[in-house]
C-alpha cells in the first residue's frame, strides 16, 4: 500500500486537508492511527466533523504526531486503498518544546521513507520575506521531493484573494514542480489531487 505524507510548515492546513479531503473521496468517518516518535499506536474511530473539531485549530503545532488514515481512491471500476499520513509542522528554527522537536524530526523520517510528498504551502506566507530568505524549509522541502521525483505541491487558501495574487510568486519560486492551488477548507481544487493521488497508487 503506497503511503502519501503531508508535509508542510505549522499551520499551513495540513490535517484540514486530509481530512476534508478524506471527505472529499467519500468518508463521513475514519479510523485515525496515531504514531508517535518512538513507535507507539493508538488507533481511535472519529466521524469527520468531530475530527476536526478535535485535531484542527489555530495554535502552532497542533499536530505533534504522524496521524494516518487508510483511504480509497476509484482507479478504474475498483477503488484502491492507500495510507494518507498527516505530520507535525516543521520550521527551521530548533523548537524549545521537546515533543515538537521530535514531531518534527519524525515528519523528516516521514519525508525520506514514505512513497509520496504532498507539500502543502499557505499562500498568504508568500511574501517578500519569505522569497528572499536564505534559509526556507519549504525550498529544502521541494529541493528534496524534485530529486526523488515523487512529490506534488499543494497551494492551500486560493480561497482568498491574497492567496491568489501570490500563486505566480510561488510557481516562480517552484518552478519545477507541479503546483495545484487549493482550499483545504472549502475542497477546492481536491479533483486534481484525487487524479494524482490515482494515477499513483
Known amino acids: 500500500m503506497k503511503e502519501f505524507a503531508v508535509v508542510g510548515r505549522p499551520n499551513s492546513g495540513k ?8 471527505g472529499f473521496l467519500g468518508c463521513k468517518a475514519a479510523d485515525i492511527t496515531f504514531r508517535s516518535h518512538d513507535g507507539h499506536l493508538d488507533c481511535r474511530h472519529f466521524l469527520l466533523t468531530e475530527a476536526k473539531r478535535e485535531l484542527c ?15 480509497s481512491v476509484p482507479v478504474g471500476k475498483t477503488g484502491v486503498s ?16 521537546q515533543s515538537i ?8 523520517g516521514m519525508i525520506r521513507s514514505s512513497d509520496f510528498i504532498i507539500h502543502i504551502i ?16 519549504d525550498r529544502e522541502i521541494y ?3 524534485i530529486a526523488r521525483n515523487r512529490y506534488i505541491l499543494l497551494a492551500n487558501k ?23 492551488p487549493i482550499s483545504a477548507l472549502y475542497s477546492q481544487g481536491f ?3 484525487k487524479t494524482y493521488v490515482a494515477q499513483n497508487v
Open 15 to 22: 490535517t484540514l486537508f486530509a481530512l476534508n479531503f478524506a
Open 57 to 71: 485549530g489555530n495554535s502552532s503545532h497542533k499536530t505533534r504526531v504522524v496521524q494516518s488514515m487508510i483511504l
Open 82 to 97: 492507500f495510507k494518507l499520513s498527516d505530520t507535525c509542522g516543521v520550521s527551521e528554527q530548533i523548537h524549545s518544546d
Open 101 to 108: 522537536r521530535q514531531g518534527m524530526a519524525q515528519t523528516l
Open 122 to 137: 499557505d499562500l498568504t506566507d508568500v511574501s517578500n520575506a519569505y522569497l528572499q530568505s536564505p534559509t526556507n524549509i
Open 143 to 145: 529541493q528534496y521531493g
Open 158 to 180: 486560493i480561497d482568498l484573494a491574497a492567496g491568489k495574487e501570490r500563486l505566480a510568486k510561488l510557481t516562480g519560486e517552484f518552478p519545477q514542480s507541479t503546483i495545484l
Open 191 to 193: 479533483g486534481a489531487v
